[in-house]
């Protein structure tokens, strides 16, 4: 079982930054793909971000691709999420989550299994 928790979250104007991350407890971390993703009081939770097990690959939802950059550390467990340059638009709940399966890389929210309880980004014009 692994228990995914997320922090960093918080208020800011637009323009402004915060710095997601999400600590896992398990000790595969290492082996497996992990994903940013957002939702909004009655809508769908979106992908935002994906980052390869080794930290090679990274993909991004096309609304954040230039403002939001993903990496990891796999000695800490920990996976981050920067936010610049935030948007009204941006003001979500932001879940990170870890793949089903090892060594690669998904965007599909089906294709992960453990997720944390998310952190609340609100951002204000």
């Known amino acids: 079982q692994e228990q995914l928790v997320e922090s960093g979250g918080g208020s800011v104007q637009a323009g402004g930054s915060l710095r997601l991350s999400c600590t896992a407890s398990?000790?595969?971390?290492?082996?497996?793909?992990m994903g940013w993703f957002r939702q909004t009081p009655g809508k769908e939770r979106t992908f935002v971000s994906v980052?390869?097990?080794?930290?090679?690959?990274?993909y991004y939802a096309d609304s954040v691709k230039g403002r939001f950059t993903i990496s990891r550390d796999n000695a800490k467990n920990t996976v981050y999420l920067q936010l610049n340059n935030l948007k009204p638009e941006d003001t979500a709940r932001y879940h990170c989550a870890r793949d089903r399966r090892p060594y690669r890389v998904a965007t599909n929210d089906d294709d992960y299994e453990y997720w944390g309880q998310g952190t609340q980004v609100t951002v204000s014009s």
């Open positions: 980052i390869s097990f080794s930290g090679g690959t990274t």
């Open positions: 398990g000790r595969t971390f290492s082996m497996y793909g």
